[in-house]
């Protein structure tokens, strides 16, 4: 990580979430497709999943950080969310 001062040390405090083959939500190797659909069905201590991922990419463009996973986990759940919103409006009774 680059600080804007190299000379001075720095320190940075975090949360890393992370899920093991011994861990019921660990998905194993999967595609971004994958990922996504889990997340979107995910809910845990801190929240619906999907926020956690919105948020994150928001965050890292805010911070000028390119992260070609999480943004291309974030266009597959956005991708996931307009096809069922499109599914939902399609099987709609509509107004006579």
Do not use: K
Not at 14 to 35: C, Q, R, T
Not at 57 to 71: I, S
């Amino acid at each position: 990580m680059d600080f804007m001062d190299s000379a001075t040390p720095a320190t940075a405090e975090g949360v890393v979430y992370l899920a093991g083959a011994d861990n019921a939500a660990y998905l194993g190797p999967a595609s971004e497709a994958e990922i996504a659909r889990q997340i979107a069905a995910s809910h845990g201590p801190s929240g619906p999943n999907r926020d956690y991922l919105l948020n994150l990419a928001q965050a890292l463009r805010e911070l000028g950080w390119d992260d070609a996973h999480v943004f291309a986990l974030e266009r597959e759940l956005n991708a996931l969310e307009m096809a069922h919103a499109r599914d939902c409006a399609r099987d709609r009774p509509r107004d006579r």
